[in-house]
């Protein structure tokens, strides 16, 4: 990998793996040729248990590692949400990655279980705008309720789907680490993985980027 002003850029080899995903998402397919056993692209970026948000038919794949628990994602979220929304290509498929406390498990369970009463973006929201060092469950668990979210379905939903959404989880940490992902915020653009904190400049130039390497 080289590192670059945004972040860094996969190498050569899997960089081209996936590109195809990236194209296949253009031209609105669901997969790629292929794709490598350590590097699935196809299950990065078209995992159908990962939340999706933006525009779900975008021809920009966007891929984000979170913890609720990140000061640098929380202090990114509201940008990258300004910037989704204002473009209105992004696909951005959100990866949480539970990485900095017990309690950023919780939090990924709790936004993933919202997700069964297609509650995810508000529980997400919610989640990153809580502060703090390690935050509690039972903050966690206001904030989320704060948000709108059914209680009482998501306790329920948690009972009977909790190994689904572990798995999902694991699936996330399996991605990340065969990406060699140090921490988060991580992004991926496209083929282009940026290992940083982005403000909505960084996000623009990002896809501005990727736009520009799909027209070579």
């Not at 590097?39 to 779900?56: Q, R, W, Y």
Request: charged fraction near 25%.
């Amino acid at each position: 990998m080289r590192r670059g002003r945004l972040g860094v850029e996969l190498d050569r080899r899997d960089f081209i793996r996936l590109t195809g995903v990236a194209a296949a998402f253009a031209m609105g397919a669901s997969g790629a040729r292929g794709a490598s056993k350590t590097i699935d692209a196809k299950a990065i970026f078209d995992d159908p248990e990962a939340p999706v948000g933006g525009n779900p038919k975008g021809n920009i794949p966007v891929v984000a590692f979170l913890d609720y628990n990140c000061p640098y994602c929380r202090a990114t979220a509201p940008d990258l949400k300004r910037f989704v929304a204002s473009d209105g290509e992004i696909r951005l498929v959100y990866k949480d990655w539970p990485i900095l406390a017990i309690s950023s498990v919780y939090g990924a369970r709790l936004a993933l279980g919202a997700n069964l009463q297609g509650r995810y973006q508000g529980a997400h929201d919610a989640l990153m705008a809580v502060r703090g060092v390690k935050t509690t469950e039972a903050t966690m668990r206001e904030a989320v309720e704060a948000a709108g979210v059914d209680m009482g379905r998501l306790d329920s939903d948690l009972g009977a789907h909790d190994r689904a959404i572990m798995r999902l989880i694991k699936r996330n940490d399996d991605q990340a680490k065969a990406l060699g992902l140090e921490g988060t915020p991580t992004y991926l653009v496209g083929p282009f993985l940026i290992a940083q904190p982005l403000n909505y400049e960084g996000f623009r130039e990002a896809v501005q980027n990727f736009r520009q390497h799909l027209k070579k």
